[in-house]
Nanobody, 130 residues
C-alpha cells in the first residue's frame, strides 16, 4: 500500500548542490518515519537523514550534518533532501524508505531493518565528480 518514488539525482561538481524528492502515497493511517539511505559500491548502506511524518523530528548522519537538510511538504506528501557542499564521497544510490514509527527516528534511521523501515523506493543515482 505504501509507495515511494525518488527523483532529483544526477551529476554535480564538488561543492555543488542537489535536491532529492520522495513522493509518498499510502499514508492514510498510522504514524510514519521517512528517510534517505545511500549505498555506494563496496560500502554498507548508510542512513543519511530521516524525519517523522507527524512531529517533524529529524536525524542526520554525522557525515552529512550541516550540509544536508531534510524536510516535508505535507500538502504534497513529499519528503525532500537538500544536499549542499557535496563531496565525491557522497556519490551513491540514494533510496527513500518509510515505516510505521514505534521508536525514535534515530533508531529507524540507524537500524531500519530492526525497526520496521520496510518500504523502499527504487533509488536515484547521485554522482559528485569534476
Amino acid at each position: 500500500q505504501v509507495q515511494l518514488v525518488e527523483s532529483g539525482g544526477g551529476l554535480v561538481q564538488p561543492g555543488g548542490s542537489l535536491r532529492l524528492s520522495c513522493a509518498a502515497s499510502g499514508f492514510t493511517f498510522g504514524f510514519y518515519g521517512i528517510g534517505w539511505f545511500r549505498q555506494a559500491p563496496g560500502k554498507e548502506r548508510e542512513g543519511v537523514s530521516c524525519i517523522s511524518s507527524s512531529d517533524g523530528s529529524t536525524y542526520y548522519a554525522g557525515s552529512v550534518k550541516g550540509r544536508f537538510t531534510i524536510s516535508r511538504d505535507t500538502a504534497k506528501n513529499t519528503v525532500y533532501l537538500q544536499m549542499n557542499s557535496l563531496k565525491p564521497e557522497d556519490t551513491a544510490v540514494y533510496y527513500c524508505a518509510a515505516g510505521r514509527k514505534h521508536t525514535t527516528i534515530q533508531d529507524m534511521c540507524v537500524m531500519p531493518d530492526v525497526w520496521g523501515m520496510n518500504h523502499w523506493g527504487k533509488g536515484t543515482q547521485v554522482t559528485v565528480s569534476s
